[in-house]
T-cell receptor
């Protein structure tokens, strides 16, 4: 059984560019959540995908978008990058069941994005 | 609105001393509360959740709805407890709110 993996590890972009971050969920998991963690802050919930559908969204603008694929891996896309988007981006996977309460989420190591 | 507050960014205790990491929350419904831990060079991981009402690695946390608190406690701190601790709340819309974290250092 493999854990949650994320790629790339680090990324440097300039303002206005677009970025795609990738996450492979843990084997058997069908739910992926994405978080943004700025320096010195706790993780902030961006959105969650359950069986390829968005299943909850935090207070992030539409230029933050995502996808979940049939194998339950996921992408986070950010358009028109701003300096404040510099952060560690975490994904977490879990085995979600519609209507059920929380199942433990397992975090990936994160992608460090720097916007210059 | 800030849903989860951890008032202490840094906390140092001596080995064997009791430790309490504070967490207060604001939420109108019935919250689910969690403690997550991140050891040095490791991933963020779940430590415990209030629904389970269990002790993990000697840590316990009781949900106090009157005081809207979910403080994490351990009677005797160990050096291996040194880590970053995050309190988190999950709302009915599946959204998680994390506090800013408390860095715990246990002094030998």
């Amino acid at each position: 059984e493999t854990g949650v993996t994320q790629s790339p590890t680090h990324l440097i972009k300039t303002r206005g560019q677009q970025v795609t971050l990738r996450c492979s969920s843990q084997s058997g998991h069908n739910t992926v959540s994405w978080y943004q963690q700025a320096l010195g802050q706790g993780p902030q919930f961006i959105f969650q995908y359950y069986r390829e559908e968005e299943n909850g969204r935090g207070n992030f603008p539409p230029r933050f978008s995502g996808l979940q694929f049939p194998n339950y891996s996921s992408e986070l896309n950010v358009n028109a990058l701003e300096l404040d988007d510099s952060a560690l981006y975490l994904c977490a996977s879990s085995l979600g069941l519609a209507g059920q309460s929380y199942n433990e989420q397992f975090f990936g190591p994160g992608t460090r994005l720097t916007v210059l | 609105a800030q849903r989860v507050t951890q008032p202490e960014k840094l906390l140092s205790v001596f080995k064997g001393a009791p430790v309490e990491l504070k967490c207060n929350y604001s939420y109108s419904g019935s919250p689910e509360l969690f403690w997550y831990v991140q050891y040095s060079r490791q991933r963020l991981q779940l430590l415990l959740r209030h629904i389970s009402r269990e002790s993990i690695k000697g840590f316990t946390a009781d949900l106090n709805k009157g005081e809207t608190s979910f403080h994490l406690k351990k009677p005797f701190a160990q050096e291996e407890d040194s880590a970053m601790y995050y309190c988190a709340l999950r709302d009915t819309g599946n959204q998680f709110y994390f506090g800013t974290g408390t860095s715990l250092t246990v002094i030998p």
